[in-house]
């Protein structure tokens, strides 16, 4: 697939300040503890008014420690809701879940015991000003004085203001809000080809369709092209060779080990220089220090040819999929497509080819697979129609036994001395 780079001033272009949110992950911990610290990292809150002519008031704390939290405080005022407000998100389709940890304090500041609270989740359009806020779902009451988790479907709306709505039922009750999530619900499988995404400006195609980016320096390190009628994930170095970008998939549910990751990749038609894609895994979709390989990293020449992978996810607590992007040079260009998460017998095997520029293979008189090419292939696996591996180990003077194999189609990766994995299908006769 060819793709043209957008150049000239887009090259330069940059994310706006406080631009809209596709998707929320907080967890509070960068947030600067205090009493007095909203706004902050365009979080605000509206906190309800002081009844009584002496303290404590009202108060919207974010606590201290390592594992921080917002904390509404009632005060003297034991019936008037505050309100917790996220930045501006992307005005919602109906197609993302807000979901949370909330409980008491116990004992509550000022008090031998804590009193209760309800959660209402709500929009508004105004973050200032809570007459525009309307309820979504039923308030959430909270008892326990252990974090529990809530979960609310955010509805479609023109309202771009997603606020936690916290209202006590008496003095001095503290409740606590953290780990704060608005995504698409998880998936247990992926097929896109992305031919559905709008290219649009390379600014602003991504976020979409549940697909997110981290950028190195330039909204159009990641970003969604056209070529001839097809799209692909395009990742371009910009003015920041090795500097890594990342495109990063939708949430999958918690992997089990029993799918596997097909995708293809390829150098962009006007690259200028080499780069390397590595597949990889994050618990976080912002935080990339997270970031565990599910595979070495693929050095994509210019001029390359496109090459299809399959790659073992192992039962992991992390639930991105993310494609780790560094170019070499400066302009350098390569792209993901067809990305498939599933088992492997759903993977549509007839689509795996050979990368017969790198190594062409037979299998010969003796039930072994022999490699011809200029790399050594190092090791093999083997795995059935069905995405059980069967065969495994290394490889001896450029062949690999599968005499003890039952007749039928078997699809095999191999990685050479240069580790480059390819991959391919055979029939055992």
Known sequence: MKLKLLLGALMFSAVAANAQLATINENFDGFTSGNATFPQNN???????????????????????????????????????????????????????????????????????????????????????????????NPFSITATSNQSYSVNITASTSSYIVFK????????????????????????????????????????????????????????????????????????????????????????????????????GASANSTGSSTIEAGMVTNLTDMTTFTSLGAPTTIAVGSSPQTFVLDVPTSTKQYIVWKFTGAATHSAAYVDNVVYDVLANLGTTNIKANTNIFQFVINANNEIQFVGKSNVKSVKVYSASGNLVAQGAVNNNRFDVSSLATGVYIFTSEDDNKTVSHSKFIKK
């Open 166 to 265: 916290i209202t006590p039922t008496a003095a001095h009750t503290a409740t606590l809000i953290d780990d704060v999530v608005y995504e698409a619900p998880a998936v247990g499988t992926i097929n896109e080809n992305f031919n559905a995404f709008v290219p649009g400006a390379p600014t602003t195609s991504l976020p979409q369709n549940g697909w997110n980016k981290v950028i190195a320096n330039s909204a159009i390190n990641v970003y969604i092209a056209a070529n001839n009628g097809s799209n692909t994930a395009q990742f371009y170095a910009a003015n920041s060779p090795g500097t890594s970008s990342y495109l990063v998939a939708p949430k999958i549910v918690a992997p089990d080990g029993s799918k596997k990751l097909q995708f293809t990749i």
């Open 43 to 137: 979080w605000s809150a509206i906190i309800a008014t002081n009844p009584q002519p002496y303290p404590p008031a009202p108060l919207m704390i974010v606590t201290t420690g390592t594992n921080k939290a917002v904390q509404s405080y009632a005060g003297n005022n034991g019936t008037a809701p505050s309100y917790l407000i996220t930045p501006q998100i992307v005005a919602p389709t109906g197609d993302k879940t807000l979901s949370f940890t909330a409980g008491l304090v116990a004992p509550s500041p000022g008090a031998p015991s804590p009193g209760t609270s309800t959660i209402q989740i709500g929009l508004a359009s105004n973050p200032a000003d809570m007459t525009t806020f309307t309820a979504v779902g």
